[in-house]
């Protein structure tokens, strides 16, 4: 299974630690069509601004999948992609939490057990990141009443 992620560096300095996550999609295979579904997803977020460059690794699938959709008139003509080892640091250092989380469960055993264990781990990674409105980064007070309310706890 693959594990597609959008990063943005928050400010001048470009740090793992300064990246938000905008989205991720987990699929079985690394073609064309999921990398089309992928960039869909992503610019289909309210939040999102039409990126001018898109640093992707060496994969060949995203040459086709940023083509078609420069056709279908979701990338401007101007966007470029840029497939450069260096430049995707910052994808891979934000993409080393989910790995050192992955990795203890000796994988997963079937697509919606993945799915769902995923989601979760992303969604904690980025309320620790500071992600979420009110509850800053290093604020674990602020982090635990957001997730308590979300499930309806009492702390």
């Not at 992600?131 to 674990?140: E, P, T």
């Amino acid at each position: 299974m693959y594990l597609y992620r959008a990063v943005v560096p928050k400010g001048r300095i470009q740090r793992h630690s300064t990246a938000q996550t905008l989205d991720f999609l987990l699929n079985q295979t690394r073609s064309t069509r999921a990398a089309k579904r992928f960039f869909r997803k992503v610019l289909g977020g309210s939040h999102i601004t039409t990126p001018r460059v898109i640093n992707v690794d060496k994969n060949p699938t995203y040459i086709g999948a940023v083509r078609d959709l420069k056709r279908e008139k979701l990338f401007p003509e101007k966007c470029k992609r840029r497939p450069s080892q260096y430049m995707n640091n910052i994808i891979e250092q934000d993409h080393r939490f989910m790995k050192r989380k992955i990795k203890p469960g000796l994988g997963f055993f079937s697509y919606p057990t993945a799915w769902r264990t995923i989601r979760v781990y992303e969604a904690m990674h980025m309320i620790r990141k500071g992600q979420i409105v009110g509850a800053n980064k290093g604020n674990i007070q602020a982090q635990n009443q957001f997730v308590a309310g979300l499930f309806g706890l009492v702390l």
